[in-house]
């Protein structure tokens, strides 16, 4: 089965940064529709940023919009995101997920429309 393994979470102050790392196993980050979400205690799932299939511009939040920028690195594998300018707001999981790879439509969607998780990495920004 896909396998998709977050990492790069950690404890930083407001205004620094964070690159979390996703490296997908069993499945192809070329041409395929993936992203990152997110959850804090007591809230509900959000999507942070995905890529369009077909556009070379992806998505965001636009709680996010600006400070986050999510990039392929097609030789590792690997989706990133880049969290710059961190607000106390931004804790939460963060979680890496990705749609079916014979999906071909929009991206962007819900939690429940895509089909792969990993296991999430902790954020945690404080004031």
Known sequence: ???????GGGSVQAGG?????????????????MGWFRQAPGK??????????GDIIPYYAD??????????????NTVYLQMNSLKPDDTAMYYC??????????CWGQPAD???????TQVTVSS
């Open 1 to 7: 089965q896909v396998q998709l393994v977050e990492s």
């Open 17 to 33: 940064s964070l690159r979390l790392a996703c490296p997908a196993f069993r499945y192809t980050v070329s041409n395929n529709c």
């Open 44 to 53: 509900e799932r959000e999507g942070v940023a995905t890529f369009y299939i």
């Open 63 to 76: 709680s996010v919009k600006g400070r986050f920028t999510i990039s392929r690195d097609v030789a590792k």
């Open 97 to 106: 997920a990705a749609r079916r790879s014979a999906y071909r439509g929009v």
């Open 114 to 120: 895509f089909d792969y998780w990993g296991q999430g």
